[in-house]
């Protein structure tokens, strides 16, 4: 693979240069500033702090998709996206559900091959490159159901969180579509909607390891 091949995959990129997303690019500061803004509210949960530096570096990665869009800036972009789903599966599993490490590690590992059957389903649906990412609120809504009785307030946060992602999925399937009459496109808001949803979700997991040591005292 030729990692500098450039890509041109949004509506407001009409060249390769390096300020052709200018929206696009900026508005990845709402990651920054999500990141920044949990991080001293999870100083009592290291994985809510791990959880706030991943949110920090999707930002970064973003914003060098969309100023470099490269084959390499793409994995940059991707890589550290994953990593907070995976990371936030393992805390949901161990911390939400009370499984092992080990056994919460395994439970993570299952995401792949629940991915690889529900994507299928989405792309027929003709979410097209967003199926990637329809698994995920899917996922979410699932966690929250199984709490709704054991941690009702987790529950319920998860449900927002995952409301606010299937809003920012649609924002994202969008951008082509307007384009024609909204040469801005709607990427952006999927960078804006997303930053508040992951904020979100780790707010949610501060909330509930400390609810959790009320309960213990």
């Known amino acids: 693979m030729d990692w500098t091949q450039q890509i041109d995959g949004y509506c407001e990129r009409v060249d390769f240069s390096f300020w052709a997303e200018p929206v696009n ?4 500061a709402a990651f920054l500033i ?14 809510g702090r791990a959880l706030a530096v991943i949110l920090f ?6 914003f060098a998709f969309h100023t470099f869009a490269t084959q390499w800036a793409s994995l940059a972009d991707v ?13 949901a599993h161990r911390d939400y559900f009370g499984l092992s490490s080990l056994r919460a590690v395994l439970a993570t ?10 994507i299928p389903v989405f792309v027929a649906l003709g979410m097209g490159s967003s199926s990637a990412y329809a698994p995920v609120p899917l996922l979410i809504f699932i966690y929250a159901y199984l709490l709704r009785r ?12 995952a409301v606010i992602l299937c809003g920012s999925i649609a924002l994202r399937m969008a951008d082509a579509p307007v384009c024609d009459g909204f040469p ?6 999927w960078h804006i909607l997303n930053a508040l949803m992951l904020g979100h979700m780790i ?3 501060g909330a509930h390891m400390l609810e959790g040591r009320r309960a213990t005292r």
């Open 184 to 189: 801005l496109g709607t990427h952006f808001a």
């Open 79 to 91: 890589l550290p996206i994953v990593a907070f789903i995976l990371a936030y599966i393992f805390a």
């Open 109 to 118: 590992v299952l995401f792949f091959p629940f991915a690889a059957v529900t």
């Open 25 to 28: 690019a900026l508005t990845n």
């Open 150 to 161: 054991r941690a009702p307030a987790t529950a319920r946060g998860l449900a927002v969180g």
């Open 203 to 205: 707010r949610v997991y």
């Open 34 to 47: 999500a990141a920044l803004y949990v991080w001293p509210r999870a100083k009592a949960t290291p994985m």
């Open 57 to 62: 570096v999707i930002g970064l990665g973003s």
